[in-house]
C-alpha cells in the first residue's frame, strides 16, 4: 500500500489516495499503520476518495479503528495532499466528510500549499444532537463528576462531539489517567473528544486534548474550534483566538451572528512510503 504521512501542527496521520489504491478493512488497516513500534506511527488513518457531492472524499479512522466523522487537521493535510500532488489545481475546494462538506482555502507559497483555512460549518449545540446526556437546550459550565471531582464542561459538535474544560493550568494534568475518565463517561452514549483549556488573554488561548479513539494527540483541529465556541459563550475571549497546541499554533475564528467557524493552520507532509498490509 502506497502512503503518504502528513500532519497538521503535530496531529499526523498516514494518507492514502484511493482513487489509485484500493484498502481493504480499512479499521484493521488504520491499527497497524498507527502502532508507533509496528507500523509507520500515527493518530489514524485517513482515506482520499472521490465524490459525487464534492471535489473530494475525506474517510477517516482512529488508532482504534473507530471512524470518524471530521478531523480539522485531517482535512487541511487532504487540501495539501490533492493540490501538491497534482489531484487538482484549484485553490478553492470542497471535501466532503461524514459531517457534511467543508470549504476549503488552499494557501500558496512556492507552488505548494503552506496552510488552509477551512469553513467549519456551524457548531451543534443541541445536547441529543451531540450527543451528551444533560438537561436543557445548551451545555454551558454545566457540572459532571469524575471521581468524586467536579468539573465544569461545555459541550460542543463540530461534527464530532467536544467536551471543553477550563482550567488554571494544565501544564502537570495527567492525561493518560484523566482523559479516558471523560471519554467513557456515561453522559456521553458516543464517547467524547476533551479539551483542557488554559484562557491567557482574550485573544489567546492554551490548549490539551484527549481525543476518543487515540489518547492525547499533538493537535485536533476541530477541537480548538470547539474550545473557541466554548470561550466566546463563557465570555472569556473574543470571537478571533489564537490557539497554542502541543504541535503548533491554529486561528479560530467565531463569527457568532452567523454561527459558522473558520480555522486557519499549517499542514505538512513527512514521507511517502509503502507498507506490506497481510
Not at 117 to 125: A, E, K, L, R, Y
Not at 212 to 220: N, Q
Not at 238 to 244: A, M, P, T
Request: proline residues 3%; hydrophobic residues 40%.
Amino acid at each position: 500500500m502506497e502512503f503518504t504521512k502528513m500532519h497538521g501542527c503535530g496531529n499526523d496521520y498516514v494518507y492514502v489516495n484511493c482513487l489509485k489504491e484500493t484498502v481493504i478493512k480499512p479499521s484493521e488497516v488504520s491499527v497497524k499503520v498507527s502502532d508507533r513500534h509496528f507500523g509507520i506511527g500515527a493518530d489514524g488513518l485517513i482515506l482520499i476518495k472521490n465524490s459525487e457531492k464534492a471535489d473530494f472524499f475525506m474517510e477517516m479512522y482512529n488508532a482504534d479503528g473507530s471512524q470518524a466523522e471530521m478531523c480539522g487537521n485531517g482535512i487541511r493535510c487532504v487540501a495539501k495532499y490533492v493540490y501538491d500532488y497534482g489531484l487538482t489545481k484549484k485553490t478553492d475546494i470542497s471535501v466532503d466528510t461524514l459531517a457534511g462538506i467543508k470549504y476549503l482555502k488552499l494557501h500558496i507559497c512556492d507552488n505548494k500549499v503552506e496552510s488552509v483555512t477551512v469553513d467549519m460549518g456551524s457548531p451543534i449545540f443541541v445536547p441529543s444532537k451531540i450527543p451528551a446526556l444533560f438537561d436543557g437546550d445548551i451545555i454551558i459550565d454545566q457540572p459532571l463528576i469524575i471521581q468524586d471531582v467536579e468539573f465544569k464542561v461545555t459541550c460542543v459538535s463540530m461534527g464530532n462531539p467536544h467536551a471543553v474544560v477550563f482550567m488554571e493550568e494544565i501544564d502537570t494534568l495527567e492525561l493518560t489517567e484523566l482523559g479516558p475518565l471523560f471519554e467513557n463517561n456515561e453522559k456521553f452514549p458516543n464517547r467524547i473528544n476533551t479539551e483542557f483549556i488554559q484562557v491567557l488573554d482574550r485573544s489567546h488561548i492554551k490548549m490539551r486534548v484527549w481525543e476518543r479513539g487515540t489518547g492525547e494527540t499533538l493537535a485536533c483541529g476541530t477541537g480548538t474550534c470547539a474550545s473557541v465556541v466554548a470561550c466566546v459563550l463563557n465570555g472569556f475571549t473574543d470571537n478571533k483566538v489564537e490557539v497554542d497546541v502541543l504541535g503548533g499554533r491554529i486561528t479560530v475564528e467565531y463569527n457568532k451572528e452567523e454561527n459558522k467557524v473558520y480555522m486557519t493552520g499549517p499542514a505538512a507532509v513527512v514521507f511517502d512510503g509503502n507498507i506490506q498490509i497481510d
